[in-house]
C-alpha cells in the first residue's frame, strides 16, 4: 500500500496522511489517531527517506551501548529498552543503538548525533561528573538523562528516581526492627544510582549511631552469581550480617540462595530488602520467603522518557523536564525482628 491508496481508503488527502504521520500539529488528535489505526492495520510504512526530506526529522532515537570484554549484559537495560519500544512503535519511531566501549562513550554520542540519523538521544549508566551531559548541553540535539550525575549542575532534562531515599527507608525500617548489623550488596560503585543508595544506607544507620562496614560492602555488577558470592563472604565474617539490602532482585536471588545454603532462614535469621525494577521473570512475591522491596518499574521509565522525547521532537505536548520518582517501599515476609544473639 502506498500513501495515495491510504489517502484513499480514509477518505482524506495526501497531505493530511502525511502530516498526520509526521506529527504536525494542525492535525488533530483524532484524526491523527485514525491515520495510525490505519497504518497498524494495513502494514503501511511510508518511504523514510522521502519522509525526511519532507520533515526534516529521521524519525529515531538514538542511544549508546556501553559493551566490551568483561561487561556482562544487563536484563535491566532490555527492561527498560522495552518500555521505550512501547511508546516508539505508536509514532513509528525507531531506535539507532551504537555499541561502545565505556571510555569512548562521550565521542560515541557526538558522532552519533552528528550523523543526522538521529531526532534525540537518551543517556543511561550516569557516572559522577558524567563529561556526557556538558557535551550534549553544547549541541541542538534533544536528549534526556535517565538518572542524575553527581557533582555537576542539575540543569538538563532528566527522569530519575529517588535512590538515597528508597535506600534511606529500607534501612530505616531494618532498623525499626532492631537489626545493628547491615550488609549492602550495591551496583557498580562508578555509577550514580549505586552512589545514592549506599549514601541513603549509611544516613539511616548513622541516625541510630550504627556504621555500615566496610567489609559489608560489594559493589559489583548486578548479577546472582555476583549476589551468591558476596552473601556467602558475609556469612563468613566473625559478626555476619542479619539485615541485607540488594540493589537488584537478581541480586537478591544470589543472595537468598547463599542463606539458604548456610541453613539459615530469610526473615528470621536474616532480613533482606531488594529494589524492584519490576522484571517480569523474576516477581519478589514469588520467591520462596517474598521479598521486602522498594519498587520502581523500568519499563514505565523507559516508556515515560520514549514520550517525553518524541512530544519534544514532533510538538506534541509540554511534559516537565525534570521528574524525580518516589519508589513505593513494598512490605513482605523476608524482613522480621533482629534474631537475638548468644
Known sequence: MNLKQLSQLLGLSQTTVSRALNGYPEVNAETRQRVLDAVRETGYRPNRAAQRLATGRAGSIGLVMPTADGIESDVHFGEFLAGLGDEAVKHDFHFVINPSHPEDETATCRRLVASGNVDAMFLAYMREKDPRIAMLKSLKTPFIVHGRSIGVATDYPFLDIDNTGAFYDAARLLTQLGHRHFALINGPDHLAFAIRRE???????????????????????????????????????????????????????GAVRAINQAGLKLGTDVSLIAHDDVLPML????????????????????????????????????????????????????????????
Open 199 to 253: 549514601k541513603g544506607t549509611v544516613r539511616a544507620l548513622a541516625e541510630q549511631g550504627l556504621l555500615l562496614r566496610a567489609e559489608c560492602v560489594q559493589h559489583s555488577q548486578m548479577t546472582d552469581e555476583h549476589g551468591f558470592r558476596a552473601m556467602e563472604r558475609f556469612l563468613q565474617l566473625d559478626t555476619p550480617p542479619t539485615a541485607v539490602l540488594c540493589s537488584s532482585t537478581v541480586l537478591a536471588l
Open 283 to 342: 516477581k519478589p512475591e514469588n520467591f520462596m520467603v517474598p521479598l521486602t522491596t522498594t519498587r520502581s518499574s523500568l519499563r514505565a521509565a523507559g516508556q515515560r522518557i520514549a514520550r517525553r522525547l518524541i512530544a519534544n521532537i514532533l510538538d506534541l505536548e509540554t511534559l516537565p523536564q525534570q521528574e524525580l520518582w518516589k519508589t513505593d517501599l513494598i512490605v513482605r515476609a523476608s524482613t522480621g525482628p533482629a534474631p537475638t544473639r548468644k
